[in-house]
C-alpha cells in the first residue's frame, strides 16, 4: 500500500464522520499531524490524499460536502 493509499484508507472514515455532522476536528488534527508543517517539505502524498477523497465526497454527496464546507 503506497503512502497515498494509506492516507486515503485514513481520511475517508474521517471526512465521513464529518459529513455525518461531527465537528471536523478528528481530520484537522490528523492533517496538521501528518503535513510535515512547519517544515522543509509539505506532505505532498497527504495533499493529493484528501484531495481525492474530498473529491470523491463531493461528487456523491454535494450539499453535505458544501455544508461541511461552510461550517469549516
Do not use: T
Amino acid at each position: 500500500m503506497s503512502k497515498i493509499e494509506r492516507h486515503r484508507a485514513d481520511l475517508e472514515p474521517l471526512l465521513m464522520d464529518s459529513l455525518a455532522g461531527d465537528d471536523g476536528q478528528p481530520i484537522c488534527e490528523y492533517l496538521e499531524q501528518k503535513s510535515n508543517l512547519p517544515g522543509r517539505r509539505a506532505n505532498l502524498e497527504l495533499a493529493r490524499a484528501f484531495g481525492d477523497v474530498v473529491a470523491n465526497a463531493a461528487s456523491a454527496n454535494p450539499d453535505r460536502m458544501w455544508s461541511l464546507g461552510c461550517r469549516w
